[in-house]
């Protein structure tokens, strides 16, 4: 049963499936992707999510993610917690609506041995449209200022 308090993302649940996403970025080639998102729940007050991307070419894995989003009760404000595969882990808060989801860092940590250049900021947006949902990832790091990163469009496949 679904907790009355993740009802306002009832619109996110599902696994979603894409081959087309666009990565770009000032410090790197453009690249494509394929992923697959699932934002689930067990009757907490919570959606737990994984990403998991990979080379459409190869099919080799690429990013992977996983954490879970909470919604401060009695408001529309939410709160994205993260952890990425390469050694980052950050909290993202924002705001929800009918059908968009628009988060931004507000705290980011990373493990001592991390790849330069640093993530200092990820901001990220979920826009649901029909049976299609659009994910736009920005990201600042040390040596770039705040640049869109990866925008991917979903189809719902469960």
């Not at 901001?123 to 790091?141: A, G, K, N, P």
């Amino acid at each position: 049963m679904m907790n009355d308090a993740i009802k306002p993302l009832a619109w996110l649940l599902g696994r979603w499936q894409a081959e087309k996403g666009q990565g770009v970025y000032p410090t790197i080639s453009d690249f494509k992707y394929g992923e697959e998102v699932e934002f689930f729940h067990v009757g907490q007050p919570n959606v737990q999510f994984s990403f998991y991307s990979w080379n459409p070419e190869t099919k080799r894995p690429m990013h992977r993610e996983i954490g879970f989003i909470r919604i401060k009760p009695g408001t529309n404000k939410v709160a994205l917690m993260c952890a990425h595969n390469f050694g980052v882990s950050e909290v993202q808060e924002g705001e929800v609506t009918e059908n968009r989801l628009q988060a931004e860092t507000v705290g980011i940590t990373r493990m001592s041995f991390a790849k330069d250049p640093e993530t200092k900021k990820v901001s990220r947006i979920f826009c649901r449209t029909d049976d299609e949902l659009e994910q736009v990832v920005s990201m600042e790091t040390s040596n770039t200022p705040m640049t869109e990163h990866l925008r991917i469009k979903y189809k719902k496949v469960q």
